[in-house]
């Protein structure tokens, strides 16, 4: 075979590998979105059967200890060596990404709805985007604030529902909901460096190691008096639902899945999320959607994505 047939075979072969590549990284992103979207309704479960407490506890024990051996399959080591100065900036980031972020999101969905969960969880981008005006990051284009406006006018709707009928339960579960949005952005925009000079694996690992920590040591009084005998066969495979295959194995694959189809391509799949936790939880725990709630929850993800994706206008010179 002469060199240029040679080239042509292997060009049209790797076409071939990274398109079926893609199928595969697709299909998986689907899968998790079911399997996220599914989530909401069984922490809530969980949430609601062991208290906050007590399932903050279980999570914490069990996390860190996969994170230790990902990192020791992946990496050689239990303890992988770092600079001190980033184990500090690590252990500081855990504390905002997983005992502030993670422990407010389990309140937040224990007083709430997974539905109304979903929607204010997925509104995160927008605090994205205006930590990183507030940073000096990034300027707001004319787009972005357009859709950060009609994002928070859908909020307000999906919210009005609650607030007339004066429901402070929900209504203050929803308003938690939304400082661990902002926690996890800011959280977002904060280890972007340091997965850029680390990998996920390091970075993740350590964040979850320290970071959980504390919340874990705080949730030690709740989760002895959690009544884990009620749980059963049903409620510990939720447990290893949520905490295995959702939390910890989900973020891995979704990292992979970035890699293959790019963060621009699979992002906007995250918009699935909300419509899939609200079906999941109409069939599970028999959640109603009013009008104004639907109404409301479209606005908002339609203000969050046009916010995060239309396209930049150049000023005419």
């Known amino acids: 075979m002469c060199p240029c047939a040679a080239r042509a075979s292997d060009s049209v072969g790797n076409a071939l590998n990274s398109s079926k590549q893609n199928t595969w990284a697709l299909a998986a992103a689907l899968i998790l979105i079911l399997i996220w979207g599914a989530n909401f309704s069984v922490q809530k479960y969980l949430l609601d059967t062991l208290s906050p407490g007590g399932f903050l506890l279980g999570r914490y024990l069990i996390m860190p200890t996969c ?105 203050g579960g929803d308003l938690v909901l939304f400082v661990a949005a902002i926690l ?34 705080l949730s030690i009084p709740a989760g002895l008096e959690a009544p884990w005998a009620s749980l059963g066969v049903n409620g510990w495979a939720a447990m290893a639902w949520s905490i295995l295959i959702s939390a910890f194995g989900g973020w891995f694959v979704w990292g992979w899945i970035n890699q293959v189809r790019g963060v621009a391509r699979t992002a906007p799949l995250m918009y699935l999320m909300p419509p899939v936790a609200g079906l999941f939880a109409w069939a599970i725990t028999g959640e109603q959607y009013t009008a104004s709630k639907l109404v409301g929850a479209a606005i908002a993800l339609l203000g969050v994505a046009y916010a995060q994706f239309a396209p930049q206008r150049k000023n005419p010179s």
Do not use: N
Request: charged residues 15%; glycine residues 10%; proline residues 4%.
């Open 67 to 171: 994170a230790l051996i990902m990192m020791r399959i992946t990496l050689g080591q239990f303890f992988p060596p770092m600079a001190r100065k980033d184990i500090v900036e690590l252990a500081s980031l855990g504390f905002v990404g997983h005992s502030l972020h993670v422990g407010i999101v389990c309140y937040g969905i224990h007083l709430s709805t997974p539905f109304s969960s979903s929607v204010i969880l997925a509104c995160g981008p927008i605090f994205t985007l205006l930590i990183l005006r507030w940073k000096g990051h990034e300027k707001l284009q004319r787009y972005q604030v357009v859709g950060v406006t009609v994002a928070f006018t859908g909020v307000l709707l999906f919210l009005s529902e609650k607030i007339m009928k004066g429901d402070l339960r929900a209504t």
């Open 184 to 217: 996890f952005s800011y959280y977002t925009v904060q280890a972007k460096p340091l997965l850029e000079k680390h990998g996920s694996i390091l970075t993740m690992g350590y964040a979850t190691l320290l970071g959980g920590l504390p919340v874990m040591l």
